[in-house]
């Protein structure tokens, strides 16, 4: 049987990403810093999606030319530099249909 590891994953929430948060998603900080990780971890990656919800991702991804790892999960849009969270935003509502892989 193969020894059991720990990763251990630093992800940098920036302060305009806890702004965001707030404003769109209503979450306190701690539950914001709960989610940011899991969507690092467990979104659906930009390259794993496609039609109309791909369209809207290159779109988003395209305003922040720093953005390298764009992650979906739930219902909404997580944009990283790297392991920093630069912004979010949930998807439009004719957009949600798509989320459930």
Known sequence: MP???????EITITEHSFIRAKQRLGLNEQAFKKMAVKAYISGKAH?????????????????YKNANNVKI????????????????????????KFTKF
């Open 3 to 9: 020894k059991q590891q720990t990763i251990k994953i």
């Open 47 to 63: 390259d794993k999606v496609k039609g109309q919800l791909k369209d809207y991702i290159t779109e988003l991804y395209l305003r």
């Open 73 to 96: 999960y739930g219902e909404v849009v997580y944009i990283f530099c790297n392991n920093v969270l630069i912004t979010l935003y949930q998807l439009p509502n004719d957009l949600k």
